[in-house]
């Protein structure tokens, strides 16, 4: 599945006094979107405006479906989030998202420096977790936050680089 991002100006709050949000949900976006931790990534702190047990209205452009989550747990990168009520036989997590690349990295990654030693980088592309002594010990801190946000591997590798072509000189100009 492709990761997709809810644009923060898409969520409107329409009740001061216990976060309550509603969101007329575009064409491109579906139910299971919304049951991604990733979908939430633009709109959590520290950037963002959603709190745990905040209630978020969510009407299909098509309205073929409305219904009304809580915010369960946040997570730095994402939200989880379960109907209300709720209601066991619905699913609670959206399927697996893969890592995107950025800029020929994986998105989340582990990494050394002298200053922090082995560091996880998140989805945000700032540090997640840092103070590592081991390489291990980062890897694991890593699985630990793609499970958290239902974050797989990606199947394929990464897209080549992109050359950009050179200008020719003209040797008769000037």
């Known amino acids: 599945m492709a990761l997709k991002q809810l644009t923060p100006s898409l969520l ?34 520290p950037s963002g405006v959603l709190r745990k047990l905040d209630l978020i209205r969510i009407v299909a452009h098509d309205f073929s479906f409305d219904i009304t989550v809580t915010v369960v747990a946040l997570s730095k990168g994402g939200a989880h989030v379960q109907i209300s009520p709720r209601i066991p036989s619905l699913p609670e997590a959206g399927s697996k998202t893969e890592i995107p690349y950025i800029r020929g990295k994986l998105a989340v990654r582990v990494e050394y420096t002298k200053a922090t030693n082995w560091r996880v980088i ?27 946000l ?17 200008v020719a000189k003209d040797k008769d100009a000037a």
């Open 122 to 148: 998140g989805l945000d592309q700032s540090e997640f977790a840092s103070g590592f002594e081991t390489k291990e010990a980062a890897e694991a801190a890593m699985k630990g936050y793609m499970a958290e």
């Open 150 to 166: 239902n974050l797989v591997l990606p199947k394929d590798p990464p897209p080549a680089p992109v050359k950009s072509p050179s």
């Open 12 to 45: 409107k709050r329409i009740d001061i006094a216990h976060n309550t949000y509603t969101i007329h949900l575009p064409p491109e976006y579906t139910l299971e979107d919304v049951f991604n931790p990733v979908f939430w990534a633009h709109i959590v702190p």
